[in-house]
């Protein structure tokens, strides 16, 4: 059997487990790609997990579905939350920023008082993709409101979502590197 066979027999086998993850949202291309890199690195796909087996527990709720999880043994090893957001921002940027910590404390606070018993502290991703209309203006917040962060001040939707991943970052809230595709404008 060719090399190209072999792929193709893979790829049908692997055809109907990546179906789950593509059936639906407006994420479900992006965590079809996080899947299949996962597997193309090795990853069976029996430690891959989405809908209801991708189910964790939390301390401040019984449990939280995320989008995608790894398991390793038995044990979550990373835990990954694909959101989109292509219009309201002022009205939805907050619910954007709460979703994110909530569920990154909830899971972190159930890990450190023994709800999840795992020797190994699982990687927490947010992927977060932002339509770029609207979200490059500066904001009516001025730095007389509520004593706002400097960084806050003016900052476009753009600019607040960067420092956003800035700060869950730096305090440990999610793990990994920042990566920010955002298209720098000429001019």
């Known amino acids: 059997m060719s090399r190209a066979e072999d792929r193709a ?16 949202g407006h994420m479900a291309e992006f965590e079809g790609l996080l899947y299949d890199l996962l597997v193309d690195a090795g990853l069976p796909e029996s430690a891959i997990h989405t809908g209801k087996s991708a189910e964790l527990p939390g301390y401040y709720r019984p449990s939280k ?10 044990n ?3 835990a990954i939350e694909f959101k989109s957001q292509t219009s309201s921002f002022r009205n939805n940027w907050n619910d954007r920023v709460e979703e994110v910590v909530g569920s990154a404390t909830d899971f ?5 008082i023994g709800v999840l018993d795992s020797p190994v502290r699982p990687w927490l991703g947010y992927v977060y993709l932002m339509d770029e209309q609207g979200t490059l203006e500066g904001n009516s917040i001025s730095a007389t409101d509520a004593g706002m962060a400097d960084a806050f001040v003016g900052a476009s939707y753009a600019d607040r979502c960067e420092e956003l991943c800035l700060r869950l970052l730096d305090n440990d809230i999610l793990m990994g590197r920042r990566f920010c595709c955002r298209e720098k404008r000429p001019g």
């Open 76 to 78: 979550p090893v990373a």
């Open 65 to 74: 579905e995320w989008d995608l999880v790894v398991l390793q043994g038995g």
């Open 108 to 112: 972190r606070t159930a890990m450190e």
């Open 9 to 24: 027999d893979i790829d049908h086998a692997q055809e109907g487990r990546r179906k789950e993850v593509t059936s639906g």
